[in-house]
């Protein structure tokens, strides 16, 4: 079955990074679109960013500059590299694969302190 495992999170400083992890199996991640997206408590889940198969990248107003979203299709992996973190960054961050109806991984917690 599809498995999405993120890893990386933690509790950071304001201006610090972290790059989060995302393994997948269970399908046929090379022609999946990938994204990451992001929940805080009390809050919607919303869309942080997202990579087709081919690489191309789209990111929330609220990331662009300071995270970057890549993939590796021989590991099977997509990645989050977040940069200059602000408070606001605080929260659980999800991998989805965005293929058929959609599979999430079950998060990672970022905390990013003032």
């Given at each position: 079955?599809?498995?999405l ?46 990579i ?10 609220s ?32 991998c ?19």
């Amino acid at each position: 079955q599809v498995q999405l495992v993120e890893s990386g999170g933690g509790l950071v400083q304001v201006g610090g990074s972290l790059r989060l992890s995302c393994a997948a199996s269970g399908f046929i991640f090379s022609i999946s679109n990938m994204g990451w997206y992001r929940q805080a408590p009390g809050k919607q889940r919303d869309m942080v960013a997202t990579i087709t198969s081919a690489g191309n990248t789209n990111y929330a107003d609220s990331v662009k500059g300071r995270f970057t979203i890549s993939r590796d299709n021989a590991k099977s992996t997509v990645y989050l590299q977040m940069n200059s973190l602000k408070p606001e960054d605080t929260a659980v961050y999800y991998c989805v694969a965005l293929w058929r109806q959609g599979y999430w991984g079950q998060g990672t917690q970022v905390t990013v302190s003032s």
